[in-house]
């Protein structure tokens, strides 16, 4: 029992909720409303980016086994709970999983997206994260492929609204750029430029609202998720310590959802955005069960 927490640690079951917000958000923005005839192809997505993003972290603590040892000895690998090489095999499982479930739903775009989506958390995971800038946007390309893995279900929407993909990239590498002070602490700056990342996001949602006719829906969940991400990343601008960034870059990953929510909201599928937020609580119970960041 004990090892299986472990690997059930080593892929961060609450950040993968949030995955699975990038794909109903997409399916939204791909006019999907809960209907039976597209529900397989959606349940298949699903499992891609379980497989995809559960692979990509699983990998994440593989390639920082060593480093792990020194500043976080109580994970799983550098533990000695889960080896190097079992960790290994379990995220080249997860992918090769998620590649598979995006493949049966298409070859092209759902399975070509699948594929860059797992080299670009690879990429991040052994080079990209260790560069100020190519990393945060490494990591945020990563979720904005995963929008559009959402939207995918219906092919013909990724020309027309292909380009909301660059605002989860933004919002990921605010997040990222934040989340590289956990350890040894920040800068204020950094946290500035974040927050106003963060308003680009906010504003962007509600603009395609606006232009959807559906603002008032969009607004609710728009001001929610503001509410969730900047008290605690004011916190980290007044006191940019470790334990503090740590709490900024969490409240911003389980805020994912809520801005998921958002962009099902702007397209008008309101009964989807209420199940996306549903999802919250769960990712919030498993993050006080297992590690988020």
């Known amino acids: 029992m004990k090892r299986l927490i472990g690997f059930l640690r080593l892929t961060r079951p609450a950040n993968i909720v949030t995955a699975i917000s990038d794909i109903l958000a997409g399916a939204a923005v791909a006019g999907y409303v809960g209907g039976i005839h597209e529900l397989p192809a959606v349940v298949l997505l699903i499992v891609a980016t379980i497989g995809l993003y559960g692979g990509g972290v699983v990998f994440n603590d593989v390639f920082d086994a060593a480093l792990d040892r020194i500043e976080r000895p109580e994970r799983p690998i550098p533990s000695g709970l889960i080896s190097e090489k079992e960790g290994a095999l379990l995220g080249a499982f997860l992918l090769i999983a998620g590649i598979a479930a995006a493949f049966v739903v298409s070859i092209y775009p759902a399975g070509i997206i699948a594929v860059a989506v797992a080299i670009g958390a690879l990429v991040y ?44 990239i933004i919002y990921i590498a605010a997040i990222t750029m934040i989340s590289r002070g956990e350890v040894h602490g920040g800068k204020s700056n950094i946290m500035l430029f974040a927050a106003f990342l963060y308003f680009v996001v906010n504003a962007s949602i509600l603009f395609v609202s606006y232009k959807n006719g559906h603002f008032t829906y969009a607004i609710i969940f728009v001001l929610i998720h503001a509410i969730l991400i900047y008290p605690p990343l004011l916190r980290a601008v007044r006191e940019p310590v470790g334990k503090n960034i740590g709490k900024a870059v969490k409240a911003g990953v389980i805020a994912l959802i809520v801005m998921n929510a958002g962009w099902a909201a702007a397209f008008g599928a309101l009964y989807l955005a209420l199940a996306i937020v549903l999802l919250s609580p769960v990712s919030i119970l498993l993050a006080r069960l297992f590690a988020v960041t």
């Open 125 to 168: 995971d052994k080079w990209g994260k260790h560069h100020a800038v190519i990393g945060p946007l490494n990591m945020g390309t990563c979720r904005g492929l995963n929008l559009l893995l959402g939207m995918s279900l219906m092919p013909d929407v990724l020309y027309q609204y292909g380009y909301l993909a660059i605002v989860p």
